[in-house]
T-cell receptor
Framework: DTGVSQDPRHKITKRGQNVTFRCDPI?????LYWYRQTLGQGPEFLTY????????KSRLLSDRFSAERPKGSFSTLEIQRTEQGDSAMYLC????????FGQGTRLTVV | GQNIDQPTEMTATEGAIVQINCTYQ??????LFWYQQHAGEAPTFLSY????GLEEKGRFSSFLSRSKGYSYLLLKELQMKDSASYLC?????????????FGRGTSLIVHP
């Protein structure tokens, strides 16, 4: 399977805990995006990488969120001190022109 | 940033044709995308328009008018499996980031 892969698919965590998600993009894609989606809404942009450089970060992203893409390959998104409002689907996408999405990580904060 | 508007919900009959509209406002247009998203699944790419006109791909076609800030997705010979959310996304070139911004999506319900 050469598509975008995300892990885990589902995560349930207690409020206040830290969580980390992983995204493996399509290998030849240098652009990588993280989005967040809640029910009934379109994907909301979080952050963007060109190779290993994080070039753009949404103003909506609080300091509790951090993302990395070491060596321009896989990427991780960490949320510290999770809150119930962080419950959402976290989508990773990679591409050149169009973005190809992974299956997402569904986070539930209880 | 962009302001993207599309209808919240549409219904149509199996076998019919439906047109889903999208209007947008952006200062540095660099392409418009349509995605399909079934419930609980990730968005899948349908089409990309950067120049004015109609792009046809099987039962799906997408139209763009840059001067009007307008696009539509046309679905022909509707099938039950076409029931999904259809997302319009606009990319602009501000700062050279080329980040697609998504609308809220149009939920299409196809009934027999």
């Amino acid at each position: 399977d050469t598509g975008v892969s995300q892990d885990p698919r589902h995560k349930i965590t207690k409020r206040g805990q830290n969580v980390t998600f992983r995204c493996d993009p399509i290998s030849e894609h240098n652009r990588l995006y993280w989005y967040r989606q809640t029910l009934g809404q379109g994907p909301e942009f979080l952050t963007y990488f060109q190779n290993e450089a994080q070039l753009e970060k949404s103003r909506l992203l609080s300091d509790r969120f951090s993302a990395e893409r070491p060596k321009g390959s896989f990427s991780t998104l960490e949320i510290q001190r999770t809150e119930q409002g962080d419950s959402a689907m976290y989508l990773c996408a990679s591409g050149h022109t169009e973005a190809f999405f992974g299956q997402g990580t569904r986070l539930t904060v209880v | 940033g962009q302001n993207i508007d599309q209808p919240t919900e549409m219904t149509a009959t199996e076998g019919a044709i439906v047109q889903i509209n999208c209007t947008y406002q952006t200062s540095g247009f660099n392409g418009l995308f349509w995605y399909q998203q079934h419930a609980g699944e990730a968005p899948t790419f349908l089409s990309y328009n950067v120049l004015d006109g109609l792009e046809e791909k099987g039962r799906f076609s997408s139209f763009l008018s840059r001067s009007k800030g307008y696009s539509y997705l046309l679905l022909k010979e509707l099938q039950m499996k076409d029931s999904a959310s259809y997302l319009c996304a606009v990319r602009d070139d501000q700062g050279g980031s080329y980040i697609p911004t998504f609308g809220r999506g149009t939920s299409l319900i196809v009934h027999p």
